[in-house]
């Protein structure tokens, strides 16, 4: 198996490992002050798993490479990172944690709610939206809340992380490559 996608396998059990540390740790799990260190690091371990992947690589490649190959090696080692955390994020959101995405969807039920019961917030939404004005606020508010929890599901998140991931991927390969091309290995 290539040094790159040890290295990335390597940081996914890591960042893994620190997730469910800071989960047993935190007081409260529902709390987004218990989710931003997760993402930080997240992000973090990513970098890392990029950088140390690309320099082993390159510390042991004997024949002379070019830029485009430099960034493919990189993201050799974002790749599996991004495929195991992706899978670690859907199963720590659906069986670990499902408390966090029902948290949220009654956060967002509240604040549909407050929303409804103020007439000039309903008055504004029913001239926004076309089709509002011949809905009940029942059925405002049900549709209201289909569309936002849908998006706050574990498989939304899986895949917005995913895609996220895969651009920060994508753009700190290109940095890494770039400085260590300039500085590391002149």
């Known amino acids: 198996m290539k040094i ?6 390597i940081f996914a059990f890591f960042w893994m490992a620190i997730k469910m540390i800071i989960f047993w740790s935190s007081d409260n799990p529902e709390n987004p002050a218990s989710v931003m260190p997760g993402v930080l690091t997240n992000m973090f371990c990513l970098l890392m798993a990029i950088a140390v992947g690309l320099f082993l690589h390159k510390k042991n490649e004997t024949d002379e490479s070019n830029v485009l190959g430099d960034i493919k090696n990189a993201m050799s080692a974002g790749v599996p990172y991004i495929l195991l955390v992706s899978i670690f994020i859907y199963l720590f959101y659906t069986k670990i944690n499902p408390e966090y995405i029902q948290h949220k969807q009654n956060e967002t039920i509240a604040f549909v709610d407050k929303g409804l019961n103020d007439p000039k917030i ?3 939404f029913r001239k926004s939206q076309p089709d ?3 809905m009940t606020k029942n ?7 289909e569309s936002q929890t849908s998006i706050i599901s574990a498989g939304a998140t899986t895949t917005l992380s995913l895609l996220a991931m895969l651009l920060l991927t994508t753009l700190n390969s290109i940095f890494v490559t770039v400085v260590y091309r300039k ?3 002149r």
């Open 4 to 9: 790159t996608i040890k290295t990335g396998i």
């Open 122 to 124: 309903l008055e504004e």
């Open 132 to 134: 509002a004005e011949v």
């Open 139 to 145: 059925e405002i508010r049900e549709s209201m809340i």
């Open 183 to 185: 500085l590391v290995f």
